[in-house]
C-alpha cells in the first residue's frame, strides 16, 4: 500500500514509517488534544544532544562554557524559527481557530516548536542515526561556517572593551540619552562613544543594558571588527 | 593484548574500548588540563534524552510540563551524587591536592558532575544504546519504582490546598511564628493551621516560602497524604 507523501516529507527527503507522528508533530495544541507539546519535550533532548556531540567534535579544545554558549546560540528560537520557515512549515501547521487569526503560523515561538517537535518524531520513528542527519542537514550550515574556529561567542560590550584595551585606548563612555514608554513598556537609547570612532554609536532597547549591547555592537562594526 | 580492568569498569560490567576515556571522565580540572569538564558537558545531553525518552514512554499520558518536573527531579545533582557515591565513584575521582584535602571526593558537585562525565566517556566509547542501557541501570530503579504512576509533582502547599478543597475544607493558614539570624542567613519558622488536624504544625526554612512549604509538608503527612 503506498500513501501521498507530506509535503515535509519530500522537503526533508525521509519517509515516515509512522505518519501519524508527523501529524501529530504538526498539530499546535489549539488544534485538538493530539497535539505537539510532549514530541517537542522530546525533540529538544535530541537536538541538545546532536548539537552538542557536533560541537564536541568540530571544536576540540575549547573549554565546556564555549561550547555551552556556541550550543545555546544554535538552539535558540530565533534560529529554530528561521530554520522552519526555511522548511516553510507556517502553513504546514494545524492551529486552532484563534491562533489561526492572530498569525500563529508565523509566529517565532510556535516555529520553533514545531521543529523541535518534527525533531522528536523523526527521533522516534527512525533512531537517533535519522535525527542526527536531519539535524545536521538543518543546522549544518552554520556549523560549517564556523569551521574549527569558534565564534567569539562573548557579548558586544565585552567584546568591544577588550578590543579597546588591547590598543591601549580609553574604555568606551555609555550614556543613556532619551527613554521614552510607560514603566511596563519602557525603551532606552544609549550612546557609545569610543576613542577612534568620530560619532557616537547609538542603540536601542527595552532595558538599557540591551541598549548599551546594541550600542556597542554598532561600535564593532564601525571599527571594523565582527559585530 | 589483555590490560587490567579499571575499577569502575567492573561495577559497571562494561569494558572499554579507549579507556583514556574513562580516565578523562574521573580527572577533576584540579587535576590537570585533560580534566572532565568537557565530558560532563557531553554526558549531561546523553543523560537528557535518555531519560526524557524513557519518562515520555514510560507516561504517555502524562502533559510535557510534567514530564518536566520528573526529569528535573532525575537529574538534579542531589540524585546524580548519590548513584556516583552507590557507584563509590569518589575514590576514583583523580582530584588535585587542594581538592582533595578539603574534602572534594564527598561534595555532591564532583561526585555528579563524574557521573555525568562518566555517561558522556560510555556514549563516546559505545554509542547511544551502552549509554542507555547504562543510564537504566543506574536511573532504572527510580523509575520502575514510579510505575505506570506519575507521583505528584507539584509543591506540598499547591497539594495540601488542592487536598482541603476537595474535601470542602477551609483554606490552610500560615503564619510566621519566629524569625532567628542576621539578615543574610535569616531563618524563619512558620506554623500551618489547617482543619481537621488538632495541632497546627511548623516548619522551618531560609525563606518564608520554605518554612511554609516545609509546614505544608507536615500538615499532609499527619493528614496521611503523601507528604
Known sequence: MTRKAHPLEARLGYSFG??????????HRSAGP????RLEFLGDAVLGLVITQRLYQQFPDIPEGDLSRLRARLVRRE????VARSLELGNLIKLGAGEKNTGGSRRDSILADALEA???ALYLDGGLGVAETQVL???GERLDRWGDTPPDTRDAK????????????????YEVVATSGKAHA???????QVQGLPDATTGEGSSRRAAEQSAASLAL???????
Not at 18 to 27: D, E, I, V, W
Open 221 to 227: 562594526k564601525a571599527l571594523g571588527q565582527p559585530a
Open 158 to 173: 565585552s567584546r568591544l572593551q577588550e578590543f579597546l584595551q588591547s590598543r591601549g585606548h580609553d574604555l568606551p563612555v
Open 118 to 120: 518534527v525533531i522528536g
Open 137 to 139: 542537514a538543518l543546522l
Open 34 to 37: 493530539l497535539h505537539n507539546e
Open 18 to 27: 509512522k505518519p501519524a507522528l508527523l501529524k501529530q508533530a504538526l498539530t
Open 79 to 82: 534560529t529554530l524559527a528561521a
Open 186 to 192: 519602557r525603551q532606552f537609547r544609549v550612546s557609545c
